[in-house]
């Protein structure tokens, strides 16, 4: 090898570390400021600590109690880019369900999923809780749920969320959920299109196929991007119309104000809940279904959505 051979495979060498940094920089940050609290959300002991204190004041109860006191939310999306046939669309989203971790909450859920009128259904990851390994319980639960979300004509779709695992896949397409992972699938009605693309929580920002996938969507058709935490706005807003996503609970325990103490994602605190917008992309964070960590929920009921589409 040449002296100029060796330059030139070091100088590659170091663009390829730069290229990579860039990238792994951009997609830990939504390209932007960290949330740095993230790091102390990380750690365990946090919520035996706060199991234990709810405990000894009595809170825990009118916690958990809040935990099962689901709230059906409305929200429009109005955009050029739905096309006028799915003008008046629901999309029933449900998030973070952690089913074995209350498993009454898939009754209460069946009851109020049953009187809501909705097209799709599409959920946006968090079956299970993975504190328990065996992801069975989860399933079962899901199971009894599933009736009353077939009522959807266009279907029932699902993403993985962190607490959940590929081998779950099988069990939730048996059940009659329809998993999108790291691909595109399309709706249609009568002689219109939409498109949903959805990722494997894991997948989702640590590799490139997230980039290839969005290469391939045709930018003039409306876009839509199921993701399981709202980690990756600012690189989906340019390729996608609408984000759907949760993880956070909306912070589970809040401020009587209803701001979040923690919320458990290193997206910043602005796309913790509810609608929002980056460039042109429309966006919603869910504040889940179901609770995470500690069985308890503090000025952050638990939601279902519908969100209808609107051609403007
Ligand atoms: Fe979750």
Same mark, same amino acid.
């Given at each position: 090898?040449?002296?100029?051979?060796i330059?030139?495979?070091?100088?590659n =060498? +170091?663009?390829?570390?730069?290229?990579?940094?860039?990238?792994? =920089?951009?997609?830990?940050?939504?390209?932007?400021?960290?949330?740095?609290?993230?790091? /102390?959300?990380?750690?365990?002991?946090?919520?035996?600590?706060?199991?234990?204190?709810l405990?000894?004041?009595?809170?825990y109860?009118?916690?958990?109690? %809040?935990?099962?006191?689901?709230?059906?939310?409305?929200?429009? /999306?109005?955009? =050029?880019?739905?096309?006028?046939?799915?003008?008046?669309?629901?999309?029933?989203?449900?998030?973070?369900?952690?089913?074995c971790?209350?498993?009454?909450?898939?009754?209460?859920?069946?009851?109020?999923?049953?009187?809501?009128?909705?097209?799709?259904?599409?959920?946006?990851?968090?079956?299970?809780?993975?504190?328990?390994?065996?992801?069975?319980k989860?399933? %079962?639960? *899901?199971?009894?749920?599933?009736?009353?979300?077939q009522?959807?004509?266009?279907?029932?779709?699902?993403?993985?969320?962190?607490?959940?695992?590929?081998?779950?896949?099988?069990?939730?397409?048996?059940?009659?959920?329809? *998993?999108?992972c790291?691909?595109t699938?399309?709706?249609? =009605? %009568?002689?219109?299109?939409?498109?949903?693309?959805?990722?494997?929580?894991?997948?989702?920002?640590?590799?490139?196929?997230?980039?290839?996938?969005?290469?391939?969507? %045709?930018?003039?058709?409306?876009?839509?991007?199921?993701?399981?935490?709202?980690?990756?706005?600012?690189e989906?807003?340019?390729?996608?119309?609408?984000?759907?996503?949760?993880?956070?609970?909306?912070?589970?325990?809040?401020?009587?104000?209803?701001?979040?103490?923690?919320?458990?994602? +290193?997206?910043?605190?602005?796309?913790?809940?509810?609608?929002?917008?980056?460039?042109? *992309?429309?966006?919603?964070?869910?504040?889940?279904?179901?609770?995470?960590?500690?069985?308890?929920?503090?000025?952050?009921?638990?939601?279902?959505?519908?969100?209808?589409l609107?051609?403007?």
């Amino acid at each position: 090898m040449t002296k100029i051979q060796i330059l030139f495979a070091l100088f590659n =060498k +170091r663009i390829e570390k730069y290229i990579v940094n860039l990238i792994e =920089k951009r997609t830990t940050a939504t390209g932007e400021k960290t949330n740095n609290s993230y790091l /102390f959300e990380k750690f365990s002991f946090t919520f035996v600590f706060l199991k234990f204190f709810l405990k000894v004041t009595k809170l825990y109860k009118i916690g958990y109690e %809040n935990a099962l006191d689901v709230q059906v939310n409305y929200n429009q /999306f109005i955009s =050029k880019k739905i096309p006028k046939v799915f003008s008046g669309f629901n999309i029933l989203h449900l998030s973070d369900l952690h089913l074995c971790l209350i498993p009454e909450l898939a009754e209460v859920l069946r009851k109020k999923i049953e009187s809501t009128d909705f097209d799709i259904c599409l959920i946006t990851g968090d079956f299970h809780h993975k504190t328990e390994k065996d992801s069975s319980k989860s399933i %079962n639960l *899901m199971k009894t749920l599933t009736p009353v979300l077939q009522k959807a004509n266009y279907g029932v779709y699902g993403i993985l969320g962190n607490h959940d695992s590929k081998e779950m896949i099988p069990a939730l397409e048996e059940i009659g959920i329809k *998993m999108i992972c790291n691909e595109t699938i399309e709706i249609v =009605k %009568n002689d219109a299109k939409i498109f949903i693309t959805g990722f494997n929580y894991r997948e989702s920002y640590k590799t490139l196929e997230f980039f290839y996938i969005s290469n391939k969507l %045709n930018n003039k058709e409306l876009n839509i991007f199921l993701n399981h935490s709202p980690r990756v706005i600012y690189e989906a807003s340019f390729f996608y119309d609408i984000y759907l996503c949760g993880h956070t609970h909306g912070g589970q325990i809040c401020l009587p104000n209803n701001k979040p103490i923690i919320i458990r994602s +290193r997206a910043l605190r602005k796309y913790s809940s509810g609608t929002w917008k980056k460039g042109n *992309m429309l966006g919603y964070t869910s504040k889940g279904a179901g609770s995470s960590g500690v069985p308890v929920r503090f000025f952050c009921k638990p939601e279902v959505t519908v969100h209808t589409l609107f051609n403007e």
